[in-house]
């Protein structure tokens, strides 16, 4: 069975950091892509970021480059995302996802090739 489970949300002030995690159950992260999404209220889910299997290409949206990153602990089967110099417009829910095969590298990340799923933390940046 297949478990994610997202982790790390907050509430912090602008300028700030959180380190969003993974831990992933029934699948590892050096087999499949995983990615980020965030879905803020009212609005669209939308891909964030994506590391590959052998964790050799990632990917960042344009409105988090040079200030998210994604990375992973293979021993801990734990994807995570590093999010700095927050900004209100990142308050959302955040996903993990996960895949084993992907037709098309899609940077940033769609959310229709994914089909293993967490549960989501709330991220709330006050300016």
């Known amino acids: 069975q297949v478990q994610l489970v997202d982790s790390g949300g907050g509430s912090v002030q602008a300028g700030g950091f959180l380190r969003l995690s993974c831990a992933a159950s029934?699948?590892?992260?050096?087999?499949?892509?995983m990615a980020w999404f965030r879905q803020a209220q009212g609005k669209e889910r939308e891909g964030v970021a994506l590391i590959s299997p052998d964790g050799g290409t990632k990917c960042l949206a344009n409105e988090v480059k040079g200030r998210f990153k994604i990375s992973r602990d293979i021993a801990k089967n734990t994807v995570y995302l590093q999010m700095n110099n927050l900004k209100p417009e990142d308050t959302a829910m955040y996903y993990c996802?996960?895949?084993?095969?992907?037709?098309?590298?899609?940077?940033?990340?769609?959310?229709?090739?994914?089909?293993?799923w967490g549960q989501g933390t709330q991220v709330t940046v006050s300016s």
């Open positions: 996802a996960a895949t084993t095969y992907l037709d098309v590298w899609n940077c940033p990340p769609s959310d229709q090739q994914y089909n293993n």
């Open positions: 029934g699948v590892t992260v050096n087999a499949n892509y």
